[in-house]
């Protein structure tokens, strides 16, 4: 009489048990390419109203700025983004072996949470370099960089993981072997260190990329084309001064950090004192120019607040190497719009405007929200709100 239970499940071999768990991983891997590849496509075939409409529905991992940063960046990313995902993948397909014994539902759903946590964990060490960098650079606690770029990061990892992630389950999930393979738990421990050493190198990319982005300075080619329309190195009108107001001479113009979320861009511009105390007030003054040397004309909307700062313009006492930070705001141009490839950056209207490259979808007529000046460490405020 045969002991044999038909329903009993059937051990897999060593390199059959792996084998599954890779398919997994690797499939999980070419998801963040191919959400990325869906998203790019969506941008460059269709208007720009149709784009922001399905942005929500076609979530990626990849942060939105490695596209404005310099070689090697961009690569470099989602090189670590693209390991962190398979990496992470293989320890959430080994834990659903493990805690269920056979295959069904319940091993599906958990690999299918399992892949939304290992996402939002990428995109969090992604985030984590960026807001490390905004601390060391404005002081504070990051808060307003969480709150503008790291939680729609966030949540588009969740919006990923739910359709991606249930792509991946609903393909290979069933791949998975009834059992973890045979010596799993030997490679666990190094397998976690390493998944944790690749999180800690996508946070590095992604601090060096933002600082790439700062201060990458781009040589032109002179243009084909005569500058028929150039933007003016001094404002029209000039601000009224007031005793205190800092000398221009006194201040250097910056461009900080740069991102882009749900369609949204966002530049912060920076003003350092120099010299010794003195006072900044009022907003930011802006000009435009396309690569020809053209001027690009946004419609500016002054006083809108960021986190609660720069909505209203008030005066700032600079002590030496102290600086006042102002943030602007548009929606992104559509594919073949004339866009900005430099910025042209005065502490107040009147004073000499300084030059700084940088390439910017902002176009003709898009509305520009921009802040007055405030303080760079007003993020240090005990709510969190800078």
């Known amino acids: 009489m045969s002991d044999h239970r038909p329903d009993a499940p059937r051990p897999a071999t060593p390199s059959r048990a792996w084998r599954g768990v890779g398919v997994v991983a690797v499939a999980s891997g070419l998801a963040v390419i ?37 070689a090697p960046h961009p690569v ?21 072996c493990s805690v269920t014994r056979r295959p069904g539902r319940a091993r599906l759903l958990l690999l299918w949470l399992g892949l ?9 060490s992604a985030q984590a370099g960026e807001v490390l960098l905004t601390i060391e650079q404005f002081g504070g606690r990051g808060g307003s960089h969480i709150r503008l770029f790291t939680l729609p990061a966030l949540a588009d990892a969740v919006r990923w993981g739910l359709l991606w992630g249930g792509v991946v389950v609903l393909t290979v999930g ?14 666990a421990v190094p397998l976690v260190v390493a998944w944790v050493g690749v999180l800690v190198l996508l946070g590095s990319a992604t601090r060096a990329a933002s600082i790439s982005a700062q201060t990458e300075v781009v040589t032109r ?28 001479g006194m201040l250097t113009m910056e461009l900080g950090g740069f991102d882009a ?101 902002l176009e003709d007529g898009a509305e520009l929200q921009v802040s007055a000046w405030f303080p760079s460490d007003a993020g240090s405020a005990p709510d969190g709100s800078g």
């Open 34 to 70: 191919l959400a990325e590849l869906l998203r790019s496509l969506v941008r460059w075939v269709t208007p720009i109203t149709v784009t922001r409409a399905l942005e929500s529905s076609t979530p990626t991992l990849v942060p939105a700025h490695a596209g404005y940063t310099v």
């Open 76 to 96: 470099a990313i989602v090189g670590w983004l693209v390991l962190a995902m398979v990496l992470g993948a293989v320890v959430v397909a080994l834990v659903a």
């Open 116 to 124: 939304v946590l290992v996402a939002l964990v990428a995109v969090g």
């Open 174 to 187: 069933r791949l998975l072997p009834d059992r973890p393979p045979r010596r799993a738990w030997r490679v």
């Open 221 to 248: 080619p002179t243009p084909a084309v005569a500058v028929t329309d150039p933007p003016a190195e001094v404002a029209g009108e000039a601000e009224p001064s007031f005793y205190g107001r800092c000398e221009p």
């Open 261 to 361: 979320a749900s369609g949204r861009r966002y530049l912060s511009v920076t003003a350092t004192n120099d010299g010794f105390a003195c006072t900044v007030a009022g907003w930011p003054d802006l000009a435009f120019a396309d690569a020809d040397g053209n001027a690009v004309r946004p419609d500016r909307v002054d006083g809108v607040s960021s986190g609660g700062f720069g909505g209203t313009p008030e005066p700032v006492l600079l002590e030496s190497g102290e600086s006042v930070r102002a943030e602007l705001t548009w929606r992104g141009a559509g594919a073949g719009a004339r866009t900005v490839a430099e910025v042209l950056l005065a502490p107040w209207a009147g004073a000499q405007r300084t030059r700084l490259p940088i390439d910017l979808d």
